[in-house]
């Protein structure tokens, strides 16, 4: 998008070598997605566009491109004249305010992984020879978006039912990018750090079989509700006591199944005496508690929706 925005920006560009009145390429092009982003907003829930666009999904990429260019122009415009000492425009106040009230889902736009020279490269499998490349890539900020959202994609597949681990690893990926924006990262370190948590993240998706026997994914995710704060050197057997917890929660709680389980407040009240009597078999310490009752209900209104439907 970064070099997208500086075509469109480039005084060399022919659309942009016009006379008055004529608007050059770059102010139409920013005026065009200003509208097409208006005018997205006011229809992007209508039913009939769901029913009867097709291609909407295609659609809606294209425009969080075309936004997050426009973005990265009006940016460009502001460091631009605030570098010359000049006052920000009113057009450029305009759309940095216009910007701020976006509602387009950045996360939406389209691929940058060619662009970024990715492709199809596999980053969870990095050789030196690799990683180094990416590290001087001419791009390095479109090498860190596009690796920052594989890395987003890979976690949702894996811990799209988990709640423990994919507030853990939307942190520490906010975190890394917030070091990065403040300057407290090189391109170098940060793409460096991008790629090796990109392969913890794919690791995630076999890190049950480590028990023994191995924790279904949904074991395993009541496993971390109850495993925080570093229980398993709390617990007596630590680990495999942890992961009995984890099974014996699945157990109770597919076993006594209900259409409106998470539905009404004392139903919930019930839930919750069920989990502390499952810690308390296990002896689970009594002022952690409270927080892991919290964590495992929590991990059960992600799942609800996958088992509740099977219930009688």
Same mark, same amino acid.
């Given at each position: 998008?970064?070099?997208?925005?500086?075509?469109?920006?480039?005084?060399?560009?022919?659309?942009?070598?016009?006379?008055?009145?004529? &608007?050059?390429?770059?102010?139409?092009?920013?005026?065009?997605?200003?509208?097409?982003?208006?005018?997205?907003?006011?229809?992007?829930?209508? /039913?009939?566009?769901?029913?009867?666009?097709?291609?909407?999904?295609?659609?809606? /990429?294209?425009?969080?491109?075309? +936004?997050? *260019?426009?973005?990265?122009?009006?940016?460009? $415009?502001?460091?631009?004249?605030?570098?010359?000492?000049?006052?920000?425009?009113?057009?450029?106040?305009?759309?940095?305010?216009?910007?701020?009230?976006?509602?387009?889902?950045?996360?939406?736009?389209?691929?940058?992984? #060619?662009?970024?020279?990715?492709?199809?490269?596999?980053?969870?499998?990095?050789?030196? #020879?690799?990683?180094? &490349?990416?590290?001087?890539?001419?791009?390095?900020?479109?090498?860190?978006?596009?690796?920052?959202?594989?890395?987003?994609?890979?976690?949702?597949?894996?811990?799209?039912?988990?709640?423990?681990?994919?507030?853990?690893?939307?942190?520490?990926? $906010?975190? @890394?990018? &917030?070091?990065?924006?403040?300057?407290?990262?090189?391109?170098?370190?940060?793409?460096?750090?991008?790629?090796?948590?990109?392969?913890?993240?794919?690791?995630?998706?076999?890190?049950?079989?480590?028990?023994?026997?191995?924790?279904?994914?949904?074991?395993?995710?009541?496993? $971390? #509700? *109850?495993?925080?704060?570093?229980?398993? =050197?709390?617990?007596?057997?630590?680990?495999?006591?942890?992961? &009995?917890?984890?099974?014996?929660?699945?157990?109770?709680?597919?076993?006594?199944?209900?259409?409106?389980?998470? +539905?009404? =407040?004392?139903?919930?009240?019930?839930?919750?005496?069920?989990?502390? /009597?499952?810690?308390?078999?296990?002896?689970?310490?009594?002022?952690?508690?409270?927080?892991?009752?919290?964590? *495992?209900?929590?991990?059960?209104?992600?799942?609800?929706? @996958?088992?509740?439907?099977?219930?009688?």
């Amino acid at each position: 998008m970064r070099l997208t925005a500086d075509f469109l920006r480039d005084p060399k560009n022919p659309g942009n070598k016009v006379e008055p009145p004529a &608007k050059p390429l770059s102010v139409r092009f920013k005026d065009s997605a200003a509208r097409l982003d208006r005018f997205y907003r006011v229809c992007a829930m209508s /039913r009939e566009i769901a029913e009867h666009c097709e291609d909407l999904d295609d659609w809606r /990429r294209d425009i969080a491109f075309f +936004s997050e *260019v426009r973005a990265w122009m009006i940016k460009l $415009d502001a460091a631009q004249r605030e570098a010359s000492g000049q006052p920000l425009s009113a057009e450029v106040q305009r759309y940095l305010q216009a910007l701020a009230a976006s509602v387009v889902d950045a996360d939406e736009i389209t691929d940058l992984y #060619a662009e970024a020279g990715i492709g199809r490269l596999d980053i969870t499998r990095l050789n030196e #020879a690799q990683l180094r &490349k990416l590290e001087n890539s001419e791009t390095p900020h479109l090498v860190t978006e596009a690796l920052r959202r594989l890395i987003q994609q890979k976690m949702r597949e894996v811990t799209k039912h988990n709640v423990v681990r994919n507030e853990s690893f939307t942190d520490r990926l $906010d975190d @890394l990018m &917030k070091r990065y924006m403040l300057q407290q990262l090189t391109s170098a370190q940060v793409i460096a750090e991008l790629a090796a948590l990109a392969r913890e993240v794919s690791a995630e998706a076999r890190r049950g079989e480590r028990f023994d026997p191995p924790l279904s994914h949904a074991e395993l995710a009541f496993y $971390d #509700a *109850v495993a925080h704060r570093d229980m398993a =050197e709390a617990m007596e057997g630590g680990d495999d006591t942890l992961a &009995k917890i984890a099974r014996a929660l699945v157990k109770d709680i597919q076993k006594n199944l209900s259409v409106d389980w998470l +539905s009404r =407040e004392p139903v919930r009240a019930k839930l919750r005496t069920r989990i502390r /009597r499952v810690l308390a078999m296990f002896d689970y310490p009594p002022e952690e508690e409270h927080a892991a009752v919290d964590l *495992v209900l929590k991990q059960m209104e992600i799942v609800a929706a @996958l088992w509740a439907p099977a219930a009688k």
